[in-house]
């Protein structure tokens, strides 16, 4: 099994003991649920309580991952986590003037540090 194939939610020696092998992407059942076919013939669900996919703007199913990337959308801000449905995204420097900005379905919070 390749690493690529592990969503960040899911560790990778915790997927290697259960001897997962195959994603089975069609078979999920819904957005909190991740399934994989084993070595041995048996099935792994792993079950979250919260989403861990999401649904991005061309109707993919996508698995949620955090890792900051260079940002291209919003004017000033430098990175983004931009595999994931709530996105962050980091200016150059965090200040009381520019904070880092939570954006979902087109609300954005502004967190910024008080001085």
Do not use: C, H, W
Not at 20 to 34: P, S
Not at 79 to 103: A, C, H, Q, R, W
């Amino acid at each position: 099994m390749e690493l690529k194939e592990i969503p960040e939610t899911i560790d990778i020696n915790t997927a290697k003991e259960n001897g997962n092998v195959n994603r089975l992407k069609a078979q999920e059942k819904n957005l909190n649920t991740i399934l994989y076919q084993n070595k041995n013939g048996t099935k792994t669900v792993y079950n979250f309580d919260y989403p861990v996919k999401y649904v991005d703007k061309d109707g993919t199913v996508k698995d949620k991952n955090s890792k900051l990337v260079t940002n291209t959308d919003k004017q000033g801000y430098k990175y983004v986590n931009d595999g994931n449905d709530i996105k962050t995204f980091y200016p150059d420097l965090i200040s009381p003037e520019k904070g880092m900005i939570l954006n979902y379905n087109n609300i954005n919070i502004e967190l910024s540090p008080i001085n």
